[in-house]
Antibody
Framework: EVQVVESGGGLVQPGGSLRLSCAAS????????MNWVRQAPGKGLEWLSY????????HYADSVKGRFTISRDNAKNSLYLQMNSLRAEDTAVYYC???????????WGQGTLVTVSS | EIVMTQSPATLSVSPGERATLSCRAS??????LAWYQQKPGQAPRLLIH???TRATGIPVRFSGSGSGTEFTLTISSLQSEDFAVYYC?????????FGQGTKVEIK
């Protein structure tokens, strides 16, 4: 069974940093592209970042470019999101999502909540 | 950036009735469009990819159509478990973008 499980969320002060992790299982992780998507409380979905299967191609949304860094460790079946210079507007549930057909997202984790507040 | 606009924002439908949700792209995305369902407290679930192909395990009452800039998700006969928020997503260009969602509620 395909599973992706996020961790690392929590409460952080504005300007602080946090590193999210996503543990993948049930599929050959090193063969699949991955993404991070977030959802602010009561709001819609916002795509944040994409990484190719090898990690050689990366894309970011403008809202996080220069502050967030996506990476992966295929030996550990893990995806990461390093978040720096956090702002109140970064408060959201953060999901990792596996790419399926096209660039659609066929499997999502349960999400991890990041709260940026003093 | 391609802007995805969904309508209506809220759709009130009785169980057993048909629901039609719309998604419009600000420029052509060909057939590079997906639909997701999200229930409260849950992660989104992929329903449709390639504008019209049902994802694995998705019931046949869900169907997608359209190409270019106009897309439709149709739920032929609403079941109780279908009341949720639905999002469209384009993956034609970077950044990928989602619509703002359509809430399907019980009438």
């Amino acid at each position: 069974e395909v599973q992706v499980v996020e961790s690392g969320g929590g409460l952080v002060q504005p300007g602080g940093s946090l590193r999210l992790s996503c543990a993948a299982s049930g599929f050959p992780f090193s063969s699949y592209e991955m993404n991070w998507v977030r959802q602010a409380p009561g709001k819609g979905l916002e795509w944040l970042s994409y990484i190719s299967s090898s990690g050689s191609i990366i894309h970011y949304a403008d809202s996080v470019k220069g502050r967030f860094t996506i990476s992966r460790d295929n030996a550990k079946n893990s995806l990461y999101l390093q978040m720096n210079s956090l702002r109140a507007e970064d408060t959201a549930v953060y999901y990792c999502a596996k790419v399926g057909f096209g660039y659609s997202f066929d499997h999502w984790g349960q999400g991890t909540l990041v709260t940026v507040s003093s | 950036e391609i802007v995805m606009t969904q309508s209506p924002a809220t759709l009130s439908v009785s169980p057993g009735e048909r629901a039609t949700l719309s998604c419009r792209a600000s420029q052509s995305v060909n057939s590079n469009l997906a639909w997701y369902q999200q229930k409260p407290g849950q992660a989104p679930r992929l329903l449709i990819h390639g504008a019209s192909t049902r994802a694995t395990g998705i019931p046949v009452r869900f169907s997608g159509s359209g190409s270019g800039t106009e897309f439709t998700l149709t739920i032929s006969s609403l079941q109780s478990e279908d009341f949720a928020v639905y999002y469209c997503q384009q993956y034609h260009n970077w950044p990928q973008t989602f619509g703002q969602g359509t809430k399907v509620e019980i009438k």
